[in-house]
């Protein structure tokens, strides 16, 4: 059974840090494309970070220079360290896999949310002023 257990939410100040992580279990996740979505309370879902296989990354602009997507791929964990965190990241953070489509654009990756085939179950996090 596949498994995307994400950790690593919580309540931070604006400024602060947060490290969100994913276990991934169940499936063979080392050719996916795998990611972070976030989705606030009136919002779309939208696409954070990305990264593939061969290690390159996509990032949303809004987001660009503060977090930062790695993936453990011994340990099958995919990382998302957030950094100068404002209240505008409030939101239930996502970690998805795609592991059935064989190429995708940076920009695909950050927005065909419907191409992931496995999702967690996300994490909140909330950031105050």
């Known amino acids: 059974q596949v498994q995307l257990v994400e950790s690593g939410g919580g309540s931070v100040q604006s400024g602060g840090s947060l490290r969100l992580s994913c276990a991934a279990s169940?499936?063979?996740?080392?050719?996916?494309?795998m990611a972070w979505f976030r989705q606030a309370p009136g919002k779309r879902r939208e696409g954070v970070a990305a990264i593939d296989s061969d290690g390159s990354t996509s990032y949303a602009d809004s987001v660009k220079g503060r977090f930062t997507i790695s993936l453990d791929s011994d340990k099958n964990t995919l990382f998302l360290q957030m950094n100068s965190l404002t209240p505008e990241d409030t939101a239930m953070y996502y970690c998805?896999?795609?592991?059935?489509?064989?190429?995708?654009?940076?920009?695909?990756?950050?927005?065909?949310?419907?191409?992931?085939?496995?999702w967690g179950q996300g994490t909140q996090v909330t950031v105050s002023s």
């Open positions: 998805a896999a795609d592991t059935l489509t064989p190429v995708m654009t940076a920009r695909q990756a950050l927005e065909a949310d419907q191409l992931y085939n496995y």
């Open positions: 169940g499936d063979t996740f080392s050719n996916a494309y």
